[in-house]
């Protein structure tokens, strides 16, 4: 059984930085996909950023590129997400997700195991 547990949200201020972590048990995890993603009130739930268990290929959204960085800790299980230059569009629930391979690494679906969210809020 898969647990995905994701920690670090807050409230933080624009141009202010977080870093998510989601610790990942249940099986190893060689040849998954891990990927963050965040859904706002009223909207969508959009992807943020993923990487490649094994060989650490990392992905991101447009929106958050060169701000946002994804990582691994195999030793620990754990994924992170630092986040720097945080601005209030940013504001969202923010899930920690874990897919087979890596096709379609953006689309939520893909995803059959999914963290409880953390909320992160970036005042103006």
């Known amino acids: 059984q898969v647990q995905l547990v994701e920690s670090g949200g807050g409230l933080v201020q624009a141009g202010d930085s977080l870093r998510l972590s989601c610790a990942a048990s249940?099986?190893?995890?060689?040849?998954?996909?891990m990927g963050w993603f965040r859904q706002a009130p009223g909207k969508e739930r959009e992807f943020v950023a993923a990487?490649?268990?094994?060989?650490?290929?990392?992905y991101y959204a447009d929106s958050v590129k060169g701000r946002f960085t994804i990582s691994r800790d195999k030793a620990k299980n754990t994924v992170y997400l630092q986040m720097n230059s945080l601005k209030p569009e940013d504001t969202a629930v923010y899930y920690c997700?874990?897919?087979?391979?890596?096709?379609?690494?953006?689309?939520?679906?893909?995803?059959?195991?999914w963290g409880q969210g953390t909320q992160v809020t970036v005042s103006s």
């Open positions: 997700a874990v897919m087979l391979g890596s096709i379609n690494y953006y689309t939520s679906a893909r995803y059959p195991y």
């Open positions: 990487i490649s268990w094994s060989g650490g290929s990392t």
């Open positions: 249940g099986r190893t995890f060689s040849g998954y996909t």
